[in-house]
């Protein structure tokens, strides 16, 4: 079954501690994404991928830092967590079209809802 | 700053009517995407337009270029229709990176 895992789900932590949020998929999709949702915001993205060691600042990467060592991992990694980083996120992986690189449709992962006390 | 907007942001409608949901954005886009949020938070890709129309079911999108405006539409819909529908903007220049709209919150009563 073609799909995106995120892990954990669930994460409530201390400001400070250093954290990961882990996210496969399945479909040797070469493009992969983080967003975050907030009340009001909506979703904006973190950071995105376009391909192993490629990584681009998306609108809010302050705070958090990715890697893409392979193909089909993307993990989100929180060094020093604060709490206005309290907020549900996903991971999204999607084939590139084109020459210039438009997104097809994406495939999103089911949510990690993380809390920073 | 490429932004997008969404109209109406709440709505409410009796099953079997036609809806639509209306994406503005603010300069050149390489493609525009719909996707649908369930109540219960999954999010779903439902359409990714760069001209013309697209049709899936009872879904129908639309792209008006020269408008910079997006449609989504609804026909007979159904209680099972509601979610949060959300567009996303790739601005031409930064393709893959997307900017989304705060989305249009649906609800379908029968």
Known sequence: EAQVTQNPRYLITVTGKKLTVTCSQNMNHEYMSWYRQDPGLGLRQIYYSMNVEVTDKGDVPEGYKVSRKEKRNFPLILESPSPNQTSLYFCASSLLL?????????????????TVL | KNEVEQSPQNLTAQEGEFITINCSYSVGISALHWLQQHPGGGIVSL???????????????T????????????????????????????????????????????QVTL
């Open chain 2, 63 to 106: 792209i008006n270029i020269q408008e910079k405006h997006s449609s989504l539409h609804i026909t007979a819909s159904h209680p099972r229709d509601s979610a949060v529908y959300i567009c996303a903007a790739e601005y031409t220049g930064t393709a893959s990176k997307l900017t989304f709209g705060t989305g249009t919150r649906l």
């Open chain 2, 47 to 61: 359409f990714m337009l760069s001209s013309g129309k697209k049709k899936h079911g009872r879904l129908i999108a």
């Open chain 1, 98 to 114: 084109g020459f210039m690189g438009t997104l097809d449709e994406q495939f999103f992962g089911p949510g990690t809802r993380l």
